[in-house]
Nanobody
Framework: QVQLVESGGGLVQAGGSLRLSCAAS????????MGWYRQTPGKQRELVAT???????NYADSVKGRFTVSRDNAKNTVYLQMNSLKPEDTAVYYC???????????WGQGTQVTVSS
């Protein structure tokens, strides 16, 4: 069974940076997509960024140019480098493993990111 362990959330001022990490353990088969979604109270969970095993990325328009998703296949780990953070980036960020961007296999427990103005 796949388990995801997230780290790296926290409080940062607007304009600052944070890096999220998510390590997957258990049975991970080749070809999965990994990445990050986020959710704020009262809203649906939304895609932030994903990356295939081959390195193809997909970003939400709101984070393009500021966030970078990457992965280390040998470690089954995905990262999200978040730069130029804005208060509207405040959310719980969930690590994602799926068959593609939209068919999940497993979610992480979530890590809070708070950006103060």
């Amino acid at each position: 069974q796949v388990q995801l362990v997230e780290s790296g959330g926290g409080l940062v001022q607007a304009g600052g940076s944070l890096r999220l990490s998510c390590a997957a353990s258990g049975s991970i088969f080749n070809g999965v997509t990994m990445g990050w979604y986020r959710q704020t109270p009262g809203k649906q969970r939304e895609l932030v960024a994903t990356i295939t095993r081959g390195g193809t990325t997909n970003y939400a328009d709101s984070v393009k140019g500021r966030f970078t998703v990457s992965r280390d296949n040998a470690k089954n780990t995905v990262y999200l480098q978040m730069n130029s953070l804005k208060p509207e980036d405040t959310a719980v960020y969930y690590c994602y493993v799926g068959l593609n961007d939209r068919i999940p296999i497993r979610w992480g427990q979530g890590t809070q990111v708070t950006v103060s103005s």
